[in-house]
C-alpha cells in the first residue's frame, strides 16, 4: 500500500489532471465562443497549442526524467501548468488563450511518462503492461471530470473561475509529489552527452519505428478527436444540442477507463499463454480502424454508443507504450516512452489544428455542407492509419512484441 501512495498514485494525479486539461476545452468552447466571439476555427488553434508545447517538450523531457527522475520533473513541470491556467482564465483574446494554453501542454507534457518511468523502476517489468493500463484509467477519470461536472460548475461559476480552480489544485498535486514520490537513485549521476547518445539509439533502432510508429499515429488522431473534435461531430453531423453534446462527452470519457484497462489486462492474460503482446496490438489497432467506418459513413443512429466504442477501442493501443519499452534496457525507458508520446501529440496537433481550417475551406471552396466535410476528413486519417498499420501487420519484429 505504501508503494500505491508514493510511486503511483501521484504521478497518477498528475495524469487525471493531464487528461482534464486537454479535454476541458471542448465543454468550455461555448462560452469562449459567447464571450470572446470566437468561432470554431480559433477555439481549434488555441486548444491545439496544447499539444504543440507537448511536442516541443518531450525529447528534452524524456532525456530529464532518465537524468533526474520522476520525483524532481514532475513537481516542477506541473507549476508551469498552474501558471499556464491562471494566464488562460486572465486571457482576452486568442494570443493570451493561446500562452496560457501551451504552458498547460508544457507543464503536463510528461505527466504520463513520469508514471511510466516510476513503474519501470518500482514494478516488476513483466506486470508492466497492467500497471500502466491502471496507471491510464486515471487519465479517463479527468476527461469524465472535464465533461458534465464541468458543465455542473458552470452554471455557479464562469470559465475563469474554474481554471483558477484548477490552477490551486494543480499546485497541491505538485507539492504531494514533491514529498511523498520515492528519491531517484541515479539522481543526475550520467552524463549529458550519455543521456543524448541513448536516446539517437532509440531513434536509430529500426523496431522503434515499425512497432511504434502505427499504434502512436492512431493514438494521435484518437486524442485529437477525444479531448476536442468528437464533440464538433455531435453537433455538426448528429446535430445534438449541447447539454445532449455534455452528457455524450461524459460517456465517451467514461468509455476510455475500460479501454485503457483492459488493453493492459488482455496483454498480461495472454502474455502468460504464450500470446505475444506485439499480435494483440495489431488486433486493437484493426478494431480501431473498423469503428472509422461507420463515423465516415455519418451514421447517427445511436452517435453516444458509437462515439463509446470509438473511445474505448483507440484507448487500447496505448499498451504500445509498454511493449515497445520492454524492447530496451530499463535506463532507456523515460526516452523511449518520451519519444513515442513525441509522435503521437505531433499527430495529435497536426490533425486537431486541420480539421477546423478544413472544415471551412471544404464549405467554402466545395460548397460541401458540414457534414460531408467531416466524411472527408474522417476518411483520409482512417486511409493514413490503415496504410501504418499494414506496415506494422508485415513487420514479424512488431508482431513479436513480448
Given at each position: 500500500?505504501?508503494?500505491?501512495?508514493?510511486?503511483?498514485?501521484?504521478f497518477?494525479?498528475?495524469?487525471?489532471?493531464s487528461?482534464?486539461f486537454?479535454?476541458?476545452?471542448?465543454?468550455?468552447?461555448?462560452?469562449?465562443?459567447a464571450?470572446?466571439?470566437?468561432?470554431?476555427?480559433?477555439?481549434g488553434?488555441?486548444?491545439s497549442?496544447?499539444?504543440?508545447?507537448?511536442?516541443?517538450?518531450?525529447?528534452?523531457?524524456?532525456?530529464?526524467?532518465?537524468?533526474?527522475g520522476?520525483?524532481?520533473?514532475?513537481?516542477?513541470?506541473?507549476l508551469?501548468?498552474?501558471?499556464?491556467?491562471v494566464?488562460f482564465?486572465?486571457?482576452?483574446?486568442?494570443?493570451?488563450?493561446?500562452?496560457?494554453?501551451?504552458?498547460?501542454?508544457?507543464?503536463?507534457?510528461?505527466a504520463?511518462?513520469?508514471?511510466?518511468?516510476?513503474?519501470?523502476?518500482?514494478?516488476?517489468?513483466?506486470?508492466?503492461p497492467?500497471?500502466?493500463?491502471?496507471?491510464?484509467t486515471?487519465?479517463?477519470?479527468?476527461?469524465?471530470?472535464a465533461t458534465?461536472?464541468?458543465?455542473?460548475?458552470?452554471?455557479?461559476?464562469?470559465?475563469?473561475?474554474?481554471?483558477?480552480?484548477?490552477?490551486?489544485?494543480?499546485?497541491a498535486?505538485?507539492?504531494?509529489?514533491?514529498?511523498?514520490?520515492?528519491?531517484?537513485?541515479?539522481?543526475?549521476?550520467g552524463?549529458?552527452?550519455?543521456?543524448l547518445?541513448?536516446?539517437?539509439?532509440v531513434?536509430r533502432?529500426p523496431?522503434?519505428?515499425?512497432?511504434g510508429?502505427?499504434?502512436?499515429?492512431?493514438?494521435?488522431?484518437?486524442?485529437c478527436y477525444?479531448?476536442?473534435?468528437?464533440?464538433g461531430?455531435?453537433?455538426?453531423?448528429?446535430?445534438?444540442d449541447?447539454?445532449?453534446?455534455?452528457?455524450?462527452?461524459?460517456?465517451?470519457?467514461?468509455a476510455?477507463?475500460?479501454?485503457?484497462?483492459?488493453s493492459?489486462?488482455f496483454v498480461?492474460?495472454?502474455?502468460?499463454r504464450g500470446?505475444r503482446?506485439?499480435?494483440?496490438?495489431?488486433?486493437?489497432?484493426?478494431?480501431?480502424?473498423?469503428?472509422h467506418?461507420p463515423?465516415a459513413l455519418?451514421v447517427?443512429?445511436?452517435?453516444?454508443?458509437?462515439w463509446?466504442?470509438?473511445?474505448?477501442?483507440?484507448?487500447?493501443?496505448v499498451?504500445?507504450?509498454?511493449?515497445?519499452t520492454?524492447?530496451f534496457?530499463?535506463?532507456?525507458?523515460?526516452?523511449?516512452?518520451?519519444?513515442?508520446?513525441?509522435i503521437?501529440m505531433?499527430?495529435?496537433?497536426?490533425?486537431?489544428?486541420?480539421?477546423g481550417?478544413?472544415l471551412?475551406?471544404?464549405?467554402?471552396?466545395h460548397g460541401?455542407?458540414?457534414?460531408g466535410?467531416?466524411?472527408?476528413?474522417?476518411?483520409a486519417?482512417?486511409?493514413m492509419?490503415?496504410?501504418l498499420w499494414?506496415?506494422?501487420?508485415?513487420?514479424?519484429?512488431?508482431?513479436?512484441?513480448p
Amino acid at each position: 500500500m505504501k508503494l500505491v501512495l508514493t510511486a503511483f498514485l501521484p504521478f497518477a494525479l498528475g495524469y487525471f489532471l493531464s487528461f482534464l486539461f486537454r479535454s476541458l476545452n471542448a465543454v468550455v468552447a461555448p462560452a469562449l465562443r459567447a464571450e470572446l466571439g470566437l468561432d470554431d476555427a480559433a477555439i481549434g488553434v488555441v486548444t491545439s497549442m496544447y499539444l504543440a508545447a507537448f511536442v516541443v517538450a518531450q525529447l528534452p523531457a524524456g532525456v530529464a526524467l532518465d537524468r533526474f527522475g520522476p520525483r524532481r520533473v514532475a513537481p516542477l513541470m506541473l507549476l508551469a501548468t498552474a501558471l499556464g491556467a491562471v494566464v488562460f482564465a486572465l486571457g482576452q483574446d486568442v494570443v493570451k488563450l493561446s500562452i496560457g494554453r501551451a504552458l498547460i501542454g508544457l507543464g503536463l507534457s510528461v505527466a504520463l511518462m513520469c508514471g511510466f518511468k516510476a513503474n519501470v523502476l518500482y514494478w516488476p517489468i513483466g506486470r508492466l503492461p497492467l500497471v500502466n493500463a491502471i496507471m491510464m484509467t486515471f487519465g479517463g477519470l479527468g476527461a469524465a471530470m472535464a465533461t458534465r461536472p464541468v458543465q455542473w460548475l458552470l452554471v455557479d461559476f464562469d470559465w475563469r473561475q474554474v481554471f483558477l480552480g484548477l490552477a490551486a489544485i494543480t499546485v497541491a498535486v505538485a507539492i504531494y509529489q514533491l514529498f511523498a514520490a520515492p528519491r531517484y537513485e541515479r539522481g543526475g549521476k550520467g552524463r549529458l552527452a550519455d543521456e543524448l547518445s541513448g536516446l539517437m539509439g532509440v531513434l536509430r533502432t529500426p523496431l522503434f519505428w515499425k512497432a511504434g510508429l502505427a499504434p502512436t499515429f492512431s493514438l494521435g488522431v484518437w486524442v485529437c478527436y477525444t479531448s476536442f473534435w468528437a464533440a464538433g461531430w455531435l453537433r455538426d453531423v448528429a446535430h445534438l444540442d449541447e447539454p445532449s453534446v455534455g452528457v455524450a462527452l461524459f460517456a465517451l470519457s467514461i468509455a476510455i477507463v475500460p479501454g485503457y484497462f483492459f488493453s493492459g489486462t488482455f496483454v498480461d492474460l495472454l502474455h502468460r499463454r504464450g500470446i505475444r503482446g506485439g499480435r494483440v496490438l495489431l488486433v486493437y489497432g484493426m478494431l480501431f480502424l473498423a469503428i472509422h467506418i461507420p463515423i465516415a459513413l455519418n451514421v447517427t443512429a445511436a452517435p453516444k454508443l458509437l462515439w463509446f466504442a470509438y473511445v474505448m477501442f483507440g484507448g487500447m493501443s496505448v499498451v504500445c507504450y509498454a511493449l515497445v519499452t520492454r524492447a530496451f534496457a530499463p535506463e532507456l525507458a523515460g526516452r523511449v516512452n518520451t519519444t513515442l508520446n513525441l509522435i503521437c501529440m505531433l499527430i495529435a496537433f497536426v490533425v486537431q489544428a486541420a480539421i477546423g481550417p478544413a472544415l471551412a475551406w471544404m464549405e467554402a471552396a466545395h460548397g460541401l455542407p458540414r457534414a460531408g466535410a467531416h466524411q472527408v476528413v474522417t476518411l483520409a486519417v482512417l486511409a493514413m492509419q490503415a496504410a501504418l498499420w499494414l506496415w506494422f501487420a508485415s513487420s514479424r519484429e512488431a508482431r513479436d512484441l513480448p
